[in-house]
């Protein structure tokens, strides 16, 4: 009888040992999952995240496998649409992560409660269709402005500018020394529209509100306001580097890095970048400021959200892996693992940065209004054979920048490439 007891017994504890470590991750086969994304220059950084995910769950390893991010978009749908695609991937916010949603190859995440128990309304309004199926998990945010060289200023005896206006009179007075003043270029055409024009233009148009008055059409896309814009680019045209057209994003990173150019109009994605390319190099980063009279508005933009190939065959896995990102532990590292991206769920916006410098860029933001990039919601969704908002706002101000176009012209440019499509904007056509 004590025999069959013991047996028992050893049945039982045997049985309770498999379901804790199954539950735990031991005892179970190991799996690989494999993540797609357009950040090259984190691979060290994520993957210690990566890392404290699988300490805590020792079968699923993740690979990162990032893209060139100029080629990630056409990659990551070529890769998808012929089978091949990660099992999970880096989604860019509103259209293009939209996109591959609609035509089937993100899994939906509506039923993963610790999204809505871990994330605002707003900041899952970037990976929600229109008829509310989330498809995303709000990974990382990003902050716009601009990165100065503090020894240069100090040389100079100028003070962060708290206005446009004396921004200018910077960037006049660092020219006459034979300092480069603005460090950006726009052999890459995106920078002078994602990095230059996003980042000036809430300044002078105003926050969310007044977005959504052009997004709704109370407003043309040619007022005042937008014209001021591109005046706006006009004004610092002067203060670039010497045939801007040929300096490259690269280029303008090194320009600053080097002490040849004295101001940057960037974003927090650099700050990981600056610190190990230069670790001695005195820098800091101020919010674009706006004209006298109005408020300053810092561009802060929900950068990336992370989903599931839908056929993936770890879904499973794939789920346990987002579920973990909302924990405040994955917060904590990503936001000191990867400076200057910022985690977007509730437990993020309280934490503590370790790195001062992606701690300063956060806290340009402080007691001010912040937007997301102005094209992004809306004005990407162009139909086929029509020029979205982002190429449009980006051709109007890289026309500015060279000299092709006035502001008034390039207002006129956005308002009339828009009406060929965006319905909003029709009761302006004359």
């Known amino acids: 009888m004590k025999k069959v007891r013991l047996v028992v017994f050893l049945l039982v504890l045997i049985s309770l040992i498999s379901i804790a470590a199954t539950s735990t991750g031991f005892g179970a086969d190991k799996v690989t999952l494999t993540i797609g994304s357009w950040r090259v220059d984190d691979v060290e950084s994520i993957g210690k995240v990566l890392a404290a995910f699988t300490q805590k769950y020792p079968n699923i390893q993740i690979k990162f496998n990032p893209t060139n991010p100029p080629d990630y978009n056409a990659v990551l749908r070529t890769q998808l649409t012929g089978g091949s695609g990660p099992d999970l991937m880096y989604l860019r916010s509103f259209k293009i992560s939209a996109d591959l949603f609609k035509d089937g190859f993100i899994a939906p995440l509506t039923d993963m409660t610790a999204l809505k128990q871990n994330y605002t309304e707003g ?8 008829k509310g199926v989330i498809y995303g998990l709000p990974f990382m945010a990003v902050s716009h402005g601009i990165y100065y060289n503090s020894n240069l200023f100090k040389k100079y005896k100028i003070n962060v500018p708290t206005t446009w206006q004396q921004l200018i009179i910077a960037a006049k007075k660092l020219k006459a020394a034979g300092i480069i003043p603005f460090a950006n270029g726009s052999k890459e055409q995106w920078d002078m529209n994602e990095i230059v024009f996003m980042n000036l233009l809430p300044d002078f148009i105003g926050g969310r509100s007044s977005r959504l008055e052009y997004e709704t059409g109370k407003v043309p896309f040619n007022d005042a306001k937008m014209v001021a814009a591109f005046q706006a680019i006009k004004d610092i045209a002067p203060y670039l580097p010497a045939g801007q057209e040929g300096v490259s994003y690269y280029d303008a990173q090194q320009l600053f890095l080097l002490g040849k150019a004295a101001m940057f109009f960037g974003g927090s994605w650099d700050v990981a970048i600056f610190e ?8 800091g980063v101020f919010a674009t400021p706006a004209s006298v009279g109005r408020k300053t508005v ?17 879904q499973k896995e794939a789920r346990l892996f987002l579920e973990w990102l909302t924990t405040k532990q994955a917060a904590q590292i990503l936001a000191d693992e990867i400076p200057g991206f910022y985690p977007l769920s509730k437990t993020g916006a309280a934490l503590k940065i370790k790195s001062a410098h992606a701690s300063q860029f956060l806290a340009i933001s402080n007691g001010k209004e912040t937007d997301l990039r102005f094209d992004w919601p809306v004005l990407m969704d162009a139909p086929q054979g029509k020029t979205d908002g982002y190429n449009l706002t980006q051709n109007a101000a890289l026309a500015v920048a060279k000299g092709a176009m006035t ?8 308002q009339d490439g828009l009406e060929q499509w965006y319905a909003p904007t029709q009761h302006f056509k004359k």
């Open 276 to 283: 190990k390319a230069a670790p001695d190099f005195e820098w």
């Open 123 to 130: 900041n899952l309004s970037p990976w929600t269709n229109d």
């Open 298 to 314: 810092v561009c802060f933009h929900p950068d990336c959200g992370i989903g599931i190939n839908k056929t993936s065959k770890f």
């Open 407 to 414: 502001p008034k012209q390039a207002a006129d440019f956005v």
